[in-house]
Structures are given as structure tokens and as C-alpha cells.
């Protein structure tokens, strides 16, 4: 399953700014690569793609941020409920890479609390911890 906007493959809009979500289902963890910006007018894909995540129940969701460029309020807002969704379920919603602008946004807010967060991707996919 891959969403998102305009069309653009996983991997592509970084550059320009246009955000992309791409879902990489494996077992127990699904992870979820997020590209470009992440704003009110971009969420839907993202709130869409967790949805359709959360469903099939993983043990966890990793989504990774390293090609995330910025994320506002409306985009973090996606996050925190996907949380609350995934612990409702008995899974864990779990952030790998953030870039210092996203970083920011999360430590601004106190986001970054209730988030495990891994300094990259394959550190999340190493850590079979539970929560």
C-alpha cells in the first residue's frame, strides 16, 4: 500500500517540498516513510495511511522522518491521535530520524515525551523492546 500526494513515488518531493507517504508492511512492525513537508494541506494521506496501518493490527508502526522537512501542528495532531489509536489497540507508534526542524516542533510542543523516538531507522527496527 503507498498514498500519496500528487502522485509523486515514495522517495520523491523531499526536494520541492511536496509530501509523500509510503507504507512498508513486515511482520509484527509496518513502517511508514514520510517525505517533504507535512501540513494542514498534506495530512490526509498520512492520517489515511496510519488508519489502514493500525487496522491490521501490528505490534508496532515505526514512522521514519529522516526525508521529513517540517511539520506543523495539524501534521503532529495526525501523529498524536495515531498514538492513541495504536495503544488503544495494544500497538505502539514509535518516531525514528527527526530532522531538527521536526525535532523542534516536537520539543516545543512537549510531543517528544509521549513519543519513543530512535535516532534512525534501522535503530527503531533493532530495538524489539517492549513499550
Known amino acids: 500500500m503507498v498514498s500519496g500526494v500528487s502522485g509523486q513515488p515514495p522517495g520523491e518531493g523531499a526536494a520541492d517540498g511536496r509530501f509523500g507517504v509510503e507504507v512498508r508492511p513486515g511482520g509484527?512492525?509496518?513502517?511508514?516513510?514520510l517525505t517533504g513537508e507535512l501540513d494542514h494541506d498534506t495530512a490526509e494521506p498520512l492520517r489515511e495511511a496510519l488508519q489502514q496501518c493500525l487496522e491490521t493490527a501490528p505490534e508496532r508502526v515505526?514512522?521514519?522522518c529522516g526525508d521529513l522537512q517540517f511539520c506543523d501542528s495539524?501534521?503532529?495532531n495526525v501523529l498524536l491521535r495515531a498514538r492513541l489509536t495504536a495503544r488503544e489497540a495494544g500497538s505502539r507508534l514509535e518516531l525514528a530520524a527527526l530532522r531538527p526542524p521536526v525535532a523542534r516542533m516536537f520539543?516545543?510542543?512537549?510531543?517528544?515525551?509521549?513519543?519513543r523516538v530512535y535516532a534512525g531507522l534501522d535503530e527503531a527496527l533493532a530495538d524489539d523492546r517492549p513499550t
Not at 520539543?107 to 509521549?114: C, F, M, Q
Open 107 to 115: 520539543d516545543i510542543t512537549g510531543a517528544h515525551a509521549v513519543f
Open 62 to 64: 515505526v514512522v521514519d
Open 74 to 76: 495539524t501534521g503532529l
Open 28 to 33: 509484527t512492525t509496518v513502517v511508514v516513510l
